[in-house]
């Protein structure tokens, strides 16, 4: 809500925060360490991700917790939540990605699940709209996942560095920023062609990548310093030049 924030963390507890003086006013411990919190359309509850697997249901009114989703063996190592579809998908520490469907009635059903990546999922990114997902690996593996009717891969490609961090610029272009400092700008152009453009940022990790609110300036951490794209439109257009006159 606007007068408060649910947190947490390796510590496994969930932290109730009052945003006018960033004091705790609710603490409670759960079974696992939570690898991510996504608030839910209605403002209401929040969607906690543990590492082990348990998904719960928190209730950001009166404080319940309600378990979704028993734990597993392999460990979670990243997840990703489409708010306005319901669609939360999972990456595990063994390549397996699964998507899972979030109901009305605030259940989770699975979807589909895939056994398409070599190693640990690094990163896991919806489309601005919901109709694609992007998944990568440790192995450097990328793949593109189209969501319109059911869940299929579309396009797969082996990066020459895996990815650290990803990040959709609308349904047809996206970004990933590797170990040593370069962004990758991609261009999907079709089911058999896809087209990529390099930038050299720095000599360090590209660890995040993220939108200004109104998706016209792009942010690229790098060990610490912000660099910044204005106009990632107007930039786009000019470095897919060439795809455009084809």
């Given amino acids: 809500s606007l007068n408060k924030v649910v947190t947490g963390g390796f510590d496994e507890i969930v932290r109730v925060w009052k945003t006018d003086d960033m004091s705790v006013i609710y603490s409670l411990r759960i079974n696992g360490s939570i690898q991510a919190i996504y608030r839910l359309r209605d403002f209401e509850s929040s969607l906690i991700i543990c590492h082990s697997g348990y998904i719960y249901i928190f209730q950001n009114s009166d404080y319940t917790l309600s378990l979704l989703k028993e734990r597993r063996e392999c460990v979670v190592s990243k997840s990703a939540f489409e708010e306005n579809s319901g669609l939360l998908v999972l990456g595990y520490m063994n390549g397996e990605v699964e998507f899972w469907g979030l109901g009305k009635d605030k259940k989770l059903t699975l979807v589909e699940k895939f056994v398409e990546h070599e190693g640990k999922v690094n990163g896991l990114a919806f489309s601005p709209l919901g109709s694609r997902c992007l998944s990568v690996d440790r192995e450097g593996k990328l793949i593109l996942w189209e969501l319109s009717k059911k869940v ?95």
């Avoid at 590797?178 to 990758?184: R, Y």
């Avoid at 930038?199 to 660099?227: G, H, Q």
């Fill in 152 to 246: 299929s891969s579309k396009f797969d490609v082996l990066l020459k560095k895996p990815a650290l961090s990803i990040c959709f610029i609308n349904e047809a272009t996206f970004i990933t920023g590797n170990q040593n400092g370069n962004v990758i700008f991609w261009l999907y152009y079709n089911d058999q062609e896809m087209y990529s453009r390099y930038l050299e940022i720095s000599n360090s990790s590209v660890s995040r990548l993220f939108f200004s609110d109104y998706k016209t300036t792009l942010f690229i951490v790098s060990d610490c310093i912000i660099y910044r794209i204005s106009n990632i439109l107007e930039f786009l257009e000019q470095i897919f030049d060439i795809v455009k006159q084809k």
